[in-house]
């Protein structure tokens, strides 16, 4: 009999079994018994009657569930893994059956608009931080629990579901659910590092997306690794300002989360976001790509409001407002480039 089995101790939770989720209840079931939520029927009957989501194999350990009381009377600690345009109506559908002693971890590399009811960014057009939420904000805000923690880093699902070797960072206000995390996640092939800046790690998961939209559209431009290497440097400087600005901190941004994640994400066509910028500079148009891609690229929102911010604050981050106009504005994608060639950056490294 396995240690699992013999134990009496509560399941863990994980909400939405997308790639991530997916990916994460694998590691958590091979110490713990889990349980899984999903809102369509058919995913928890694949689930529990094939042990499989899209037809690939998942742990025995998982129990799909679509209900979030059941899930949470369950579990003490879950953890939630669907894209930031869902995490709001995620919550509040389970904020009823949360508790103070719950400690709730998520996985969104998004951010939410607070905008007053009815408000919407384009009748704004410029936001402050007291309009963006992170969703460690987004927990905060919508339910009771006071513990609450983050995961981010360079974590390719698609890479992690195939047992390759990887790290991440759990990041918390509270030692007891970085130590939580890392109780859960640890294994051979999986490294969890600690950070109390939850929100520097948030932002970090966070900003590098932007930057991996335009590494791909550099390789769909089939240009070299000289102009990736400038745009990663230069992508990291506008991480930091624009990461600091919204309240994380330097040592964040230069850590696994925010460096480490930049380049894996920047130089992968497993990236949703990298791709999305690779397909733009093959000439397709962001709706086609929208239309034709089943899963989320957060980027996209996050330039959005990252443009709205910097109206706001009268900060400058070229690279994000120049892949605002390529996005959103038809601008050219050479023609961004070439504007950012002569845009007259001078100092090197200047936020140390
Ligand atoms: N994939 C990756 O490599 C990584 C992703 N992340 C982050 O994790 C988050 C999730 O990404 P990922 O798993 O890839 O996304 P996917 O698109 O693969 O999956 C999203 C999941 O969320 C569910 N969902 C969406 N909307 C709702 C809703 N309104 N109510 C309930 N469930 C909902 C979907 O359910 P349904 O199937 O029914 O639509 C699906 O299970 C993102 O923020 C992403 O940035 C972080 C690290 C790595
Ligand atoms: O954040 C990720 C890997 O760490 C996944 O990136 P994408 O969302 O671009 O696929």
Redesign the pocket.
């Known amino acids: 009999m396995s240690s699992k089995s013999i134990s009496n101790k509560k399941s863990i939770g994980v909400?939405?079994?997308?790639?991530?989720?997916?990916?994460v209840a694998n590691i958590l079931a091979a110490k713990n018994k889990v349980i899984a939520?999903?809102?369509?029927a058919e995913?928890v009957e694949e689930i529990n009657t094939m042990h499989t989501v899209d037809g690939s194999k998942i742990h025995e350990d998982i129990l799909g569930t679509q209900d979030p009381e059941y899930l949470c009377k369950s579990c003490d600690t879950i953890f939630f893994?669907?894209?930031?345009?869902?995490f709001q109506?995620?919550i509040r559908?389970f904020s009823p059956f949360l508790y103070p002693y719950h400690m709730v971890i998520h996985?969104?590399?998004?951010l939410c608009l607070n905008l007053p009811e009815g408000k919407s960014l384009e009748e704004v057009a410029k936001i402050s931080r007291k309009n963006i939420l992170t969703m460690s904000e987004v927990i905060l805000k919508e339910t009771v629990v006071i513990r609450v923690g983050c995961l981010?880093g360079p974590?390719?699902?698609?890479e992690?579901s195939a047992g390759q070797p990887a790290a991440t960072v759990v990041a918390s206000r509270f030692n007891e659910v970085i130590l939580e995390g890392q109780r859960l996640l640890r294994n051979d092939k999986f490294q969890v590092y600690g950070n109390s800046d939850i929100v520097g790690v948030e932002l970090s998961?966070v900003l590098k997306?932007i930057i991996a939209i335009a590494s791909g559209a550099l390789a769909g431009l089939g240009l070299g690794e000289n102009a990736k290497g400038l745009l990663i440097s230069r992508g990291m400087v506008e991480l930091v300002y624009l990461g600091n600005a919204l309240g994380g901190s330097l040592k964040s941004f230069i850590g696994l989360a925010g460096i480490g994640d930049l380049v894996t994400t920047c130089n992968s066509t497993?990236?949703?976001n990298y791709t999305v910028g690779f397909r733009l500079a093959k000439g397709e148009k962001l709706p086609d790509i929208l239309n034709t891609m089943?899963?989320?690229a957060?980027g996209i929102n996050t330039v959005r409001l990252m443009k709205a911010f910097v109206e706001g604050t009268g900060m400058r981050a070229p690279i994000t407002e120049n892949l605002y106009k390529v996005l959103f504005e038809d601008l050219k994608i050479e023609e961004a480039l070439q504007y950012l060639m002569k845009y007259p950056f001078s100092v090197d490294v200047d936020f140390i």
Do not use: D
């Not at 909400?15 to 990916?23: I, K, L, N, P, Q």
């Not at 996985?107 to 998004?110: E, L």
């Open positions: 909400v939405g079994m997308g790639s991530f989720g997916t990916a939520y999903a809102r369509r995913v893994m669907v894209p930031s345009a869902a109506e995620v559908a996985g969104t590399k998004g981010a974590n390719l699902a698609k992690l998961g997306n497993l990236s949703r089943e899963e989320v957060e």
